[in-house]
């Protein structure tokens, strides 16, 4: 059997794919094995390049076959895409794979270490129990709103519906069956209130352990959430070139459609890391909504940009620049310095 140089294996639950190759492109293998069968497999291999998707399971995957010897490398599934020849089957998306990840130009995902996909499960964890609690708080608006018992939209408004359901209120006409479900929905939003604010306590002492969080949190607009999210989803700050790859990679720059030398740019890419790029665009607009109490210099950039662009549009060019003063303070091993956001 020739040698091979290269494997694309098509992750799933049970059953992998696995596409076999030498360094010139010449098909070695196909085969498809279990779960138990894979592991076996890959350990009675040379070490090799082994190439995956980055999906479900693949940083595990990756860790556990670089402690035998292989080199991983995990490819973000819009860049195998293209590499499929004709119909889509496990077997092509292997050998799709294994063609992706020979490619010398290809971009390669980060492999995670198992303390950042822990805090990256927190993070995620909070972000299910913050949407339950909304629906649940929508469902009793709703509920009550068919009895003529009103409240605004948001978790402050939880406690004017707990008075109007009190003896004496003005809501003594009301069933007690209704009494008694919105006595389940209020218990159930204390009780994903506190597991909240236990996750937030978590989040808060894994940022304290960080190195570099406490002094992200000096920035405006950056709080211990933002920097856990930095810590679990963003790749090494110094496999980016500059902050403009960063915030590339972070889909906060436009989206390009140039051709024949025109430039054409339209709304922003979105096309990475939706968590830290929803956090950088939440801290900006509280950047800006405190610009109501102390209005920035309008020679300074944030006071220009606000005096000709919509607030939502200011706040995504801001929160592009704090993503490249992330990397510059990470990357540097600098301090936030105070002035930059109002900076020219």
């Not at 049970?14 to 070695?28: P, S």
């Not at 490398?73 to 050998?95: G, H, T």
Request: charged share 25%; aromatic share 6%; glycine share 8%.
């Amino acid at each position: 059997m020739k040698d091979v140089s290269i494997i694309g294996v098509d992750l799933a639950k049970q059953v992998f794919q696995l596409h076999g190759a030498t360094a010139e492109g010449e098909v070695v293998f196909r085969k498809k094995l279990s779960r138990k069968q894979f592991l076996t497999f890959m350990q009675s291999q040379s070490g090799c390049i082994i190439a995956m998707e980055a999906c479900a399971t693949a940083h595990h995957w990756a860790r556990t076959l670089s402690a035998i010897g292989h080199e991983v490398r995990l490819i973000a599934p819009k860049f195998v895409k293209p590499y499929v020849k004709s119909q889509k089957n496990d077997m092509a998306d292997a050998e799709a794979i294994a063609e992706a990840g020979s490619r010398p130009t290809m971009r390669f995902v980060e492999v995670k270490t198992p303390e950042q996909q822990g805090l990256g499960m927190i993070f995620r964890l909070r972000d299910l129990l913050v949407g339950q609690r909304t629906q649940m708080i929508n469902a009793l608006r709703g509920h009550l709103a068919e009895f003529g018992l009103v409240a605004g939209k948001g978790r402050e408004n939880v406690d004017k519906l707990r008075t109007v359901l009190e003896p004496g209120a003005g809501s003594d006409d009301l069933p007690a069956v209704v009494r008694h479900m919105a006595q389940l929905c209020f218990d159930q939003i204390d009780d994903l209130s506190q597991r909240i604010t236990e996750l937030d306590t978590q989040i808060a002492a894994a940022s304290k352990r960080s190195r570099f969080s406490a002094r992200l949190q000096k920035m405006p607009g950056i709080g211990p959430i933002t920097a856990m999210a930095l810590a679990a989803f963003a790749p090494p700050m110094e496999s980016f070139r500059q902050g403009r790859d960063f915030s590339a990679w972070l889909g906060l720059v436009p989206r390009q459609h140039s051709s024949g030398g025109k430039q054409r740019l339209g709304r922003t890419s979105k096309s990475g890391q939706r968590d830290i790029r929803r956090l950088l665009i939440i801290g900006a607009m509280a950047v800006i909504s405190g610009t109501k109490i102390r209005p920035p210099a309008e020679s300074s950039w944030l006071g220009r940009m606000l005096a000709r662009k919509p607030r939502m549009l200011a706040a995504i060019a801001l929160a592009n620049k704090m993503a490249r003063m992330l990397w510059a303070m990470i990357t540097k091993n600098e301090e936030f310095r105070g002035g930059p956001l109002m900076a020219n």
